[in-house]
């Protein structure tokens, strides 16, 4: 059997586009938030945003660090399991990794004043991660489609009585590899006036690094036994940083219910980029607007014995937009036309019993895919445990979310389905909070 060997992208018989993501995926990626934060924040995942008095709340409304009543330093170890299964033309691939990280540091300082009608003043700064990039998956299987033919000597002679037409596909294997994460610091200043209404702003700096490699390889055979083999490698690397600010207010409905309102502008990214492949390297820089959001809550507290929270955000992704020295009007135009408006819920409740807290959650967020199925979207839900020894307070907390997704590593062919990818995400939180 004669075997031939070659790299795909050299081939001028075909014209293959990237099969690394596309700046659609890109802008939502560098867009979304994942739920990472303090152990008690992940317990009730996420739904703070009438309620303050947590490090992580304070990323969702500002307003909640005037609800502190005690200078607080707190940090986070986030333990991540990552199951993500591929299905191409219904050969399955499985894959697991774990990941573990600092997922949240930060401290809040609180300064009394009864001489005023504001009363609580508190000036807060934490770090956290906003979007963890570590993944690992592969799909293989047979499309039955050959994407390329082979011209005896990488000619076009005239004579087509001498192609080597390799029209028969003996299977494809996709690789893709990512890591990276964007961070994100919050600076915070709230007060709370009148003893009814809380008050607050921040500003939030973002370093993204984010580094993607695929690897893709065809083999194909003619009618005489003869065998091809296509590859194509690619690496995508991007730095950026970004700012954003936060406004928000909680007000004191009654003695136990509580209302929250927060808006969080647009984040404005410088981005570097750097794309290589067998044909060499490409590099430009671009500047990246993702999306406002806008976060409704309501919250309501049973004195001491515990509380249960309800938040409700909507974060437009068709407004995501590139701005360059480089024309990304189609791309603009594909923001608009591919994404939508989106929606999440976080539910969260606590129960005390004397030093212990137990805590449950439930989490559901929109994909902003226009063409999204249901299973696209992330439904979650959360348990935790806490214990306040006094001075010092131990939290614990483990999530458990999935959804669906497609991946399309041959997008110039319609005839070639896309790979069906399911993410199984479980995350073990823990926390430690110090009174300062």
């Known amino acids: 059997m004669k075997k031939i060997f070659f790299l795909i992208?050299?081939?001028c018989s075909i014209a293959i586009s990237a099969q690394s993501l596309g700046y659609n995926d890109l802008g939502v990626l560098f867009s979304e938030d994942e739920s990472n934060g303090t152990a008690r924040y992940r317990g009730m995942s996420g739904a703070f945003g009438a309620l303050g008095g947590d490090l992580s709340s304070i990323e969702v409304n500002p307003a909640g660090a005037a609800v502190f009543l005690k200078s607080e330093l707190s940090f986070s170890l986030n333990f991540r399991n990552q199951n993500i299964t591929s299905d191409y033309y219904n050969t399955i691939n499985m894959f697991?990794?774990?990941?573990?990280?600092?997922?949240?540091a930060g401290a809040v300082f609180v300064f009394r004043n009864s001489n005023s009608k504001w009363t609580n003043t508190a000036l807060s700064f934490n770090y956290s991660i906003a979007r963890d990039f570590n993944n690992n998956w592969a799909a293989n299987g047979n499309s039955n489609f050959p994407t390329f033919i082979y011209d005896n000597g990488f000619t076009d002679d005239g004579d087509d009585t001498n192609d080597n037409?390799?029209?028969?596909?003996?299977g494809q294997n996709f690789r893709n590899f990512t890591n990276g994460k964007n961070d994100k610091f919050t600076f915070s200043f709230a007060s709370l006036y009148d003893e009814n209404l809380y008050v607050g702003a921040s500003v939030t700096s973002h370093d993204i690094s984010f580094y993607q490699a695929i690897s893709l390889q065809e083999n194909n055979n003619d009618v005489n036994g003869n065998s091809l083999q296509g590859n194509l490698f690619e690496?995508?690397?991007i730095l950026g940083n970004g700012i954003s600010f936060n406004l928000g207010v909680i007000s004191k409905a009654s003695d136990n219910?509580?209302?929250?309102?927060?808006?969080?502008s647009p984040t404005w990214y410088d981005i570097v980029e750097d794309f290589s492949d067998e044909n060499g390297n490409n590099g430009f820089d671009y500047s990246l607007?993702?999306?406002s959001k806008l976060t409704g809550s309501i919250a309501y507290i049973f004195n001491k014995n515990g509380l249960i929270s309800l938040d409700y955000s909507n974060r437009n992704y068709s407004n995501i937009n590139i701005s360059s020295n480089v024309d990304f009007s189609d791309v603009n135009q594909g923001f608009s036309t591919d994404l939508k408006n989106a929606s999440e819920v976080r539910l969260?409740?606590?129960?005390r019993n004397k030093k212990f807290s137990f805590r449950g959650g439930f989490h559901y967020q929109q994909s902003p895919y226009e063409d999204a199925i249901s299973s696209d979207h992330l439904k979650g839900y959360s348990l935790g445990l806490g214990y306040n020894f006094g001075n010092i307070k131990f939290?614990?907390?483990y999530e458990d979310a999935n959804r669906t997704d497609i991946y399309d590593f041959y997008p110039q062919y319609s005839e070639v389905n896309q790979t069906e990818l399911e993410f199984d995400t479980s995350k073990i939180t823990a926390s430690i909070t110090f009174n300062i």
């Open 235 to 237: 690496e995508l690397s």
């Open 257 to 264: 219910l509580r209302l929250g309102l927060s808006y969080k």
């Open 395 to 397: 939290d614990v907390s």
């Open 289 to 291: 607007r993702a999306p």
């Open 9 to 11: 992208a050299f081939l």
């Open 165 to 170: 037409l390799y029209l028969n596909s003996d």
């Open 96 to 104: 697991e990794e774990d990941y573990t990280n600092l997922s949240q």
């Open 348 to 351: 969260g409740a606590e129960m």
